[in-house]
């Protein structure tokens, strides 16, 4: 059986690609969790001949470097391209009971179609999740540091030990040196940026003149 055996009959739509996958940026990943006692305990690991198993572990891991992530082109000869066998030996694999496409399903994406497989797809969703909760981990680290960095120097500057401990005013101060000042935070340019923001400030009535927090 080839690849051509597993078309959409005609009239039944097929689903659409996950939207979430389709950032090509998720294909700089260089590693890919891979639940073993799922693979030893399924119908293609305990039926399928070695070579059709060998072929259907590089194609999960193939499809990870592909747009949309997780997916397989629809195309005999690309995918026999992309696990660098003959055609023939492609479609040798094919024609087993079990093959090396087994549990892919055809997705719609842009104007064509891909393959998609439901665990590589989790596989995949799982790693996107893990990426945004590190992101957002990073960058809340990078926010406490740098407004932790304003209130010593505030502290520097001889600002009363309220105003450097208010969470709010430094919160407000910072985003107010985000607009403002673009340059690196380095003295003695920024102690003048500061100064300018605790002006503003004053202006803005987030503390009184005489330097008291409100």
């Known amino acids: 059986m080839t690849a051509t055996h597993l078309r959409a009959v ?40 070695m070579a059709v198993q060998g072929a259907a572990l590089n194609l999960f891991f193939l499809s990870r470097k592909q747009t949309p992530v997780g997916s397989l082109p629809v195309d005999d000869k690309v995918i026999a391209r992309l696990l660098r066998v003959d055609l023939s030996d492609w479609l040798g694999w094919m024609a087993q009971p079990v093959t090396p496409l087994h549990n892919w399903r055809r997705y719609e994406y842009g104007e064509g179609e891909v393959y998609g497989h439901p665990v590589v797809i989790e596989v995949a969703r799982d790693a996107l999740e893990r990426r945004e909760v590190r992101k957002a981990s990073s960058e809340s680290k990078a926010i406490y540091q740098r407004q932790q960095r304003l209130s010593d120097v505030m502290r ?59």
């Open 156 to 214: 520097e500057m001889g600002c009363d030990k309220s105003m450097c401990s208010d969470k709010v005013l430094v919160e407000r101060l910072d985003a107010w040196l985000l607009e403002n000042h673009r340059a690196q935070r380095r003295m003695p340019q920024f102690e003048a940026s500061v100064t300018r923001a605790l002006n503003h400030a004053v202006s803005q009535g987030w503390i009184d003149g005489r330097g008291a927090s409100i």
């Open 10 to 49: 005609d009239g039944i739509s097929l689903p659409e690609y996950p939207e979430e996958l389709c950032d090509p940026r998720l294909t700089s990943d260089y590693f890919t969790m891979f639940w073993h006692d799922r693979w030893l305990s399924s119908t293609l690991h305990l039926t399928a001949p």
